[in-house]
């Protein structure tokens, strides 16, 4: 993962209107922390033996969708152990718990700001003549918290839960959130502040921050899990979270409970390469004149645009004004709340289809990766619904598969590589990333290995059709142009020393070392084995209580990343 994902936070008129979005990303994690999903025909046991076998330990575990959360040795490298983890046959995925933080704001920059443009841009008032919401409908707002006495959100408010420490306090500690939840669903026709996309909807506060605005991947998976059953039907989370595979786990639970997911984009103003995220609706941000604003993210990543300014609800009962994809996202929640308050019995599937069918095409005919389907339209929307008309439309994603190169496979020097893209309309578009970066839109290109590093890498091809249903598919490969590594690394037993009487509690330690890098040093009693350590400094703890009195033989096998293998001198000890 190349990128930081956070939260994206508001700020007053007042502020100055230029700043740099575009800054060099790098991800922040959860010290000694990864986030593992074993395959479905493995048990939890079975999962738990296996983290045990690598030195961890599962801390938590999200039973919804299958997740550990393992606790990793103090010294040893998160993506290090992911790279292991990925490697074993029963794992899905295994990703560092990232921390997405709040990022640099948005400013306003039009004179005329103040006002709720966004409302008549999205035809809100024309939606609002069929419905206003029901009060059936729960929004919940990952996020920061939510102001409890704010006038424009108590009235519209339901409990929701505090996931950062686990209690019922869902008050804003950093005042993201407020600002968030009114955009969506402050109470309108009140005479009091501003108006929300929906009057009558309800907001459930779900707050996975902590009191800097970041939020973890564990703590806005669990957070979708806990609004899906608090019975919410659309979440809304206002972090770049589309290419965590945690997260993804968490919003395909509430898909499958009936809801929707709405997230932002990112204020980075760059190009995102990564595959579409079927199982959230990712929104970028336009301005008065549908025009892009020069901050939102764009790519394949982009499914629907909304207005990213807004006039809303501030911490400690005020409004204000605030811009950035924060805000677009919960525009388009809002417009999903209608649609869902004019028919309750619409699936995920189909809210999303109906937020894109029904969007403005405001950028190049059909689909792009600016404004993805187009900038949402209330109206249209909650009349598709109204209508039943979305019975037509095309929900069937393209069917994609790589020819070449085959799963798995080694290979050296220039390589072809073969996508095969069909749908039952039309491909419209396709993508291919390797690594994450962008690399062709033919179905057909070769790429030189040689200017990679030796090592796995991963192709993902995305197509798209004229709905904007997308399927993807990907392919890891090992490229392997240097010289076969043949030299055997060396390893010494440093501790006990020969002719050493074993403690109760052994500490058994060894020196090792590789022109490449060592994977293993695995320590041996008497020829059989007692445990295995992959980072240096290469220490294992063994209980001697048990062992017959006598004299022992104690070696070290030290293995290389190229699977050769030294063993040590034997060393004698006495119990």
Request: charged share 15%; with cysteine.
């Amino acid at each position: 993962m190349d990128r930081r994902l956070r939260l994206l936070p508001a700020l007053l008129f007042v502020c100055p209107a230029s700043v740099v979005f575009a800054q060099e990303r790098t991800p922040d994690v959860v010290p000694n922390r990864l986030l593992v999903k074993f395959r479905a025909n493995v048990s939890k046991d079975a999962g738990l033996a296996a983290i045990r076998a690598q030195g961890g330990a599962s801390e938590a575990f999200l039973d919804a969708i299958n997740v550990h959360v393992v606790k990793l040795p103090g010294t040893a490298s998160e993506v290090a152990f992911a790279k292991v983890f990925k490697g074993l046959r029963e794992v899905e995925f295994a990703e560092p718990d990232e921390i997405h933080e709040h990022q640099q704001a948005v400013q306003p920059n039009d004179p005329s700001y103040p006002s709720q443009w966004h409302l008549p841009k999205i035809q809100a008032p024309s939606a609002w003549s069929s419905t206003t919401g029901s009060s059936s409908i729960i929004v919940a707002i990952l996020d920061t918290g939510v102001d409890p006495a704010h006038p424009d959100l108590t009235p519209r408010m339901v409990p929701g839960w505090n996931i950062y420490d686990n209690n019922s306090n869902t008050a804003d500690v950093y005042g993201h959130g407020t600002k968030v939840a009114g955009t969506a669903v402050a109470a309108t026709n009140n005479g009091v502040g501003v108006a929300g996309i929906t009057w009558n909807c309800l907001v459930m506060p779900i707050r996975v921050a902590s009191t800097t605005g970041s939020a973890s991947s564990s703590a806005i998976a669990s957070g979708l899990i806990k609004a899906a059953d608090l019975g919410a039907r659309v979440a809304n989370v206002s972090y770049m979270v589309s290419t965590s595979s945690t997260v993804t786990s968490g919003a395909q639970y509430f898909q499958s409970k009936g809801g929707v997911v709405t997230i932002s984009a990112g204020n980075y103003g760059t190009f995102e390469a990564a595959a579409d995220n079927p199982s959230v609706i990712t929104v970028s941000a336009t301005d008065q004149n549908d025009a892009l604003y020069s901050w939102s993210n764009t790519g394949n990543i982009v499914d629907v645009a909304a207005p990213g300014c807004v006039t809303t609800t501030f911490n400690g009962g005020g409004y204000g004004g605030a811009c950035g994809t924060s805000f677009s996202a919960p525009v388009a929640a809002g417009v999903a709340a209608l649609v869902l308050s004019a028919r309750p019995g619409l699936s995920a599937t189909e809210v999303t289809a109906i937020l894109k069918a029904s969007a403005d095409d405001i950028g190049a005919a059909g689909y792009d990766t600016v404004f993805g389907a187009g900038r949402v339209n209330a109206a249209r929307a909650v009349t598709m619904a109204l209508n039943g008309s979305y019975g037509s439309l095309d929900s069937t994603r393209p069917a994609v598969s790589f020819l070449s190169p085959s799963a798995s496979a080694t290979v050296a020097g220039s390589i072809t590589v073969s996508v095969s893209a069909s749908d039952n309309v039309g491909v419209t578009s396709l993508s291919v990333t390797l690594d994450g970066t962008a690399v062709s839109t033919a179905p057909n290109f070769t790429v030189d290995t040689t200017k990679l590093a030796d090592g796995a890498h991963t192709l993902v091809a995305t197509a798209r059709d004229a709905a904007g249903n997308t399927g993807s598919a990907s392919v890891s490969f090992t490229s392997k142009n240097a010289p076969a590594d043949t030299i055997k690394p060396t390893v010494v037993i440093t501790s006990p020393a020969n002719g050493a009487t074993i403690p109760s509690q052994a500490i058994f330690a060894a020196s090792a070392s590789d022109n490449v890098a060592v994977s293993s040093v695995e320590f041996f009693l008497n020829g059989a084995s007692v445990g295995s350590v992959t980072t240096a400094p290469y220490t294992l703890r063994y209980n001697s209580r048990k062992l017959a009195k006598g004299t022992h033989v104690l070696t070290a096998v030290a293995t290389d990343t190229s699977n050769n293998r030294t063993t040590s001198a034997p060393v004698s000890l006495v119990k």
